[in-house]
C-alpha cells in the first residue's frame, strides 16, 4: 500500500546539506568592518563586561536562546540502548521542532557514557554555553538521577522531556477528564502501567495535582509494585509501592477510575476494561501502537473516556504542545530551573485552553466543523497556534511567583503581543491548508501521470489523504513506476486516454463548440484531446469529471496556460489570468503577483490581479493588506510605468472599497510603515503589507526568483487566479515537494471555488 517510510526517510535526511540542522550567522559579517567587531579587535569588549558580570552573557551572546538537547542513546524512541551517535538523528529533529515552535535554537550533543556521574559531569561543565538543558532518550532509572544531580549543580532550566513533558500533557488531559466526569480528585482509583520515566513522572505530576497516593498502584512487567516487593524494583518505584493486595494489572484495574498506561501495545485487554468504573478514563499512551486501540476500547466500554499518543484519534498526547513552550517561557525570564509550578501552570494553561471557543483558524486547520470540550477534546490539538500564546506566558508568570526569574517580565500582555509577532503564524501555514482540505478530500488530475517525479508527489498525496489523485498517461508505464515505488493496493486512478474512446469523443465534442469559430475541427479536436494530455486532464476539469488540476512538469510556462485558457477560460467577475506566489518567511507570509503570466499588463489587469489576489488571501484568514509597487511614491514621477501603477490603484478602490491598498509606492516604503506615515499620513494603507503586486512581468518574476535563492524563505507556487476553475502550472524541474505543495493550494481552491 505504501512506499517505503523509511527509506523515505532516510533519502529526506541525506537530500542536499546533511541532517535537519545548521548553524546562522544573526549579525552582519561582509565588511572589514563587520569582521572587526564580530571578532577581533571589537570582541575583547563584551569578554571583559562578562567577565566582570557574568550575567552580561545573557546581553552579548546566544546564551539565551539556547539549550541544549542531550542524550546518551540509552532510550531512544522505541530502539532502546543505540548508542550516542545513532541517537543524533532524533536529537536534531528535537532542536528544529524547538525552532519551528518556538523560535529556540539548539545544539545537539551526543554524550558517549552510560555513566551517569560521567554523564552529570559533562553537562555541568558545559552548561555555561547554554541558557537551559533539555534531557532526552536516556534510561531510567538513570535518567532520575541525573536530572536529580544537575538541578542541584547547575543554575539553569533542565528538563527531561521523556518524564515531564508527557507528564504535563497527560496531566492537563487528566484534570479536564475528573471535570468531565464529575469526579473528586482525591478519591480518583488511578492505575499505571510502565514504571519507566514517563509512568513515574506521570504519577507524581498526578499525585501533585492532587490524587492521593494511597488510591495509585503502579505496574511494570513484573506485575503491580507493591509493598515488600524486591523483585526488579528502585528507591523512585519504591515511592509508589502501596499496600494491596492485588498482583496483576487485571486484579488492579477491577473498579478503577483511570489506567494511564506507558508501557507497551495489548497489554490492556477489553475484558479488564469492562471491570473499571463508570466512565472509565482511559490514557493508552504507548508507542506506536497503544495499550489498547481506541476502538477496541470504545466498543468494550462505549462510556469511556480516552486518549493516545496517536494523531488518527481524539486526545492525541503530543509533547510538542509542551516543551518549546514551556522553554520559551523560562528562557524569556532566565529562569534558574524548572520547578514544580511551573510545571503546573504548564497543566493548568492547556487545560484551559481546551475550555476555550475554538477559533475558525483552527477548525479548519483540522478539517472539522467544531472542537468542543468534551470526552473527544479533552486537550488541545499538537499544532494548535495559540499553544505558544497561553503555555510561555503561564511559565515565566510561575516562575517569577516561585522567584526563580533572574529578569521578570513587567507587562504579561506585552509579552504575549511580542510572542505573537516574532513567531507568527507562517510556520505551520502547509499544515494548515492540508488539514482543511483533508476532511472531503476533492479529485485533482495529473496530466504527467507518466513522470516519476509526479507519482512519487501523487503517492504522498493518496497516504496523507490529501486529495484523490488522478495520473494521466499510458497505464502500464504508470503501474510499473507505482510498483516500483512500493505501491500496489493503491486508491490513485489511472486514466490513459488512448483506452478513452468515450471520453475522448465527450470532450472532443465539448472543445469543438468553444473553438470551432478559431479554426478548429472536429477531427483536429479528437487527435488532440487524445495525444496530448494536457488537453485531455483541462477538459475533465472543465467538463467536471476532476476538481483541480495540477501540471507543466514538462512544458514551457506559456504552452502550459494556453491549455488552461482554451479549455476553462477566465473567470468571468475579473477576466485577467495571473501567477501568485507564496513567499513564507521566517516572520510573515507575503503573496508576490503577477510572476508568470502577464508580460506588462494594464492598469486594469494590475487591478484584476490585485483583487483576485485579495480574495485567495482571504481564504487562510488573513486581512488582505494591498501595495501596488512602483519605482515611484505617490506621484514622484509621472512617467507612464508610474502612472499606471497610481491609475490601478484609483480603479481597485472603485472595485473593492473596503480592502486596504495603497500605491504607487517604492518596495521600501511599503514597509517602512513609520516613514510612511510621516511622509504619506493619507495612507489608506496601515501598517505593513502581504499583498505585493509589481508593475510587470520583469518586476515579479526577478523578485521572487531573488528571494528564492538568497532569502530564509519557503516558496508555494505558481498559483493561478483568474481562472473559472482550480488548475495550476508547476515550473519545470519541481521536486515532487514542490508538487505536494502546489496540490495543497489546488485542493484550497477547488474546494473553496476561489479562482
Do not use: W
Not at 139 to 148: D, L, M, S, T, W
Not at 633 to 641: Q, Y
Amino acid at each position: 500500500m505504501s512506499t517505503d517510510i523509511y527509506s523515505e526517510a532516510l533519502e529526506y535526511h541525506r537530500t542536499g546539506r546533511k541532517g535537519k540542522i545548521e548553524v546562522v550567522v544573526t549579525k552582519p559579517f561582509s565588511t572589514q568592518k563587520d569582521l572587526s567587531l564580530a571578532y577581533s579587535p571589537g570582541v575583547a569588549r563584551p569578554c571583559q563586561e562578562i567577565a566582570e558580570n557574568s550575567e552580561d552573557a545573557y546581553e552579548y551572546t546566544a546564551k539565551g536562546n539556547l539549550v541544549a538537547v542531550i542524550s546518551n542513546g540509552t532510550a531512544v524512541l522505541g530502539l532502546g540502548n543505540i548508542g550516542a551517535v545513532a541517537g543524533k538523528p532524533v536529537m536534531e529533529g528535537k532542536g528544529a521542532l524547538f525552532k519551528k515552535f518556538a523560535d529556540i535554537d539548539v545544539f545537539d550533543i551526543e554524550v558517549d557514557t552510560e555513566d551517569p556521574d560521567e554523564f552529570v559531569r559533562t553537562c555541568e561543565l558545559i552548561s555555561p554555553t547554554f541558557g537551559g538543558i533539555n534531557l532526552e532518550d536516556i534510561k531510567a532509572p538513570e535518567c532520575f538521577y541525573i536530572e536529580e544531580q544537575l538541578k542541584r549543580k547547575i543554575d539553569i532550566p533542565v528538563f527531561h522531556d521523556d518524564q515531564h513533558g508527557t507528564a504535563i500533557i497527560t496531566g492537563a488531559a487528566l484534570l479536564n477528564a475528573i471535570e468531565i466526569t464529575g469526579r473528586d480528585t482525591k478519591e480518583v482509583k488511578a492505575v499505571f502501567n510502565g514504571a519507566g520515566a514517563a509512568g513515574i513522572a506521570c504519577a507524581q505530576m498526578f499525585v501533585s495535582l492532587g490524587l492521593s497516593r494511597e488510591n495509585l498502584i503502579m505496574c511494570d512487567s513484573r506485575g503491580t509494585i507493591y509493598k515488600g516487593r524486591t523483585e526488579s524494583m528502585n528507591p523512585y518505584k519504591e515511592r509508589f509501592a502501596n499496600d494491596t493486595p492485588h498482583r496483576t494489572l487485571a486484579e488492579a484495574l477491577v473498579g478503577a477510575d483511570l489506567f494511564c498506561g506507558v508501557s507497551v501495545a495489548g497489554v490492556l485487554t477489553q475484558d479488564m476494561v469492562k471491570t473499571m468504573a463508570a466512565k472509565p478514563i482511559i490514557f493508552a499512551m504507548a508507542n506506536p501502537e497503544p495499550e489498547i486501540s481506541y476502538p477496541d476500547a470504545v466498543e468494550a466500554r462505549p462510556d469511556c473516556i480516552m486518549a493516545t499518543g496517536r494523531s488518527d484519534y481524539h486526545n492525541q498526547v503530543n509533547n510538542v504542545l509542551c516543551f518549546p513552550f514551556l522553554f520559551r517561557g523560562a528562557l524569556d525570564v532566565r529562569a534558574t530551573e524548572i520547578n514544580t509550578e511551573m510545571k503546573i501552570a504548564a497543566v493548568r494553561a492547556i487545560a484551559d485552553l481546551a475550555k476555550e471557543e475554538v477559533p475558525d483558524r483552527v477548525l479548519r486547520a483540522y478539517g472539522v466543523e467544531r472542537f468542543e470540550f468534551g470526552p473527544t477534546y479533552l486537550i488541545p490539538t499538537p499544532f494548535d497556534p495559540r499553544a505558544l500564546l497561553r503555555i510561555a506566558p503561564a511559565i515565566a508568570k510561575a516562575a517569577m511567583e516561585t522567584g526563580v526569574a533572574r529578569k521578570p517580565i513587567e507587562d504579561l500582555r506585552k509579552y504575549t503581543e511580542h510572542l505573537e509577532s516574532t513567531l507568527g503564524m507562517s510556520k505551520s501555514i502547509l499544515r494548515y491548508i492540508a488539514n482543511r482540505v483533508k476532511k472531503e478530500p476533492v479529485r485533482v488530475v495529473y496530466p504527467e501521470g507518466d513522470n516519476k517525479k509526479v507519482v512519487r508527489a501523487a503517492i504522498r498525496v493518496m497516504e496523507e489523504n490529501l486529495a484523490i489523485p488522478v495520473l494521466l498517461g499510458d497505464r502500464k508505464s504508470i503501474e510499473a513506476t507505482l510498483t516500483a515505488q512500493g505501491v500496489t493496493d493503491h486508491q490513485i486512478e489511472i486514466v490513459d486516454p488512448h483506452q478513452e474512446k468515450e471520453r475522448v469523443d465527450r470532450y472532443a465534442e465539448e472543445f469543438f463548440k468553444r473553438k470551432q469559430r478559431k479554426g478548429i475541427t472536429l477531427p483536429y479536436a479528437k487527435d488532440l484531446i487524445r495525444r496530448d494530455t494536457g488537453y485531455f486532464g483541462a477538459m475533465m476539469l472543465s467538463t467536471g469529471d476532476v476538481d483541480s488540476m495540477v501540471y507543466g512538469q514538462s512544458l514551457p510556462y506559456p504552452y502550459a496556460v494556453r491549455r488552461l485558457l482554451h479549455c476553462i477560460g477566465k473567470n468571468t467577475e475579473h477576466k485577467t489570468v495571473a501567477s501568485v506566489y507564496m513567499m513564507v518567511f521566517k516572520n510573515r507570509t507575503l503573496f508576490f503577483a503577477d510572476t508568470a503570466v502577464n508580460i506588462d499588463p494594464t492598469d486594469q489587469q494590475l487591478a484584476d490581479i490585485a483583487v483576485s489576489v485579495a480574495g485567495f488571501v482571504k481564504e487562510f484568514d488573513i486581512t488582505p493588506k494591498v501595495a501596488m509597487l512602483s519605482y515611484s511614491n505617490f506621484g514622484s514621477s509621472e512617467t507612464p510605468s508610474a502612472a499606471k501603477v497610481a491609475r490601478a490603484t484609483a480603479l481597485i478602490k472603485e472595485m473593492a472599497p473596503d480592502l486596504q491598498v495603497e500605491g504607487e509606492m517604492q518596495a521600501n516604503m511599503a514597509f517602512n510603515t513609520e516613514l510612511r506615515e510621516e511622509l504619506f499620513p493619507f495612507s489608506a494603507l496601515k501598517g505593513e503589507p502581504n499583498i505585493l503586486i509589481f508593475p510587470d512581468l520583469n518586476a515579479a518574476n526577478i523578485a521572487y526568483k531573488l528571494f528564492m535563492r538568497l532569502a530564509e524563505v519557503d516558496t508555494i507556487g505558481p498559483i493561478l487566479v483568474g481562472l473559472k476553475k482550480s488548475a495550476h502550472i508547476i515550473e519545470r524541474g519541481s521536486n515532487p515537494g514542490n508538487i505536494f505543495n502546489l496540490t495543497t493550494l489546488a485542493a484550497l481552491k477547488a474546494r473553496q471555488n476561489v479562482c
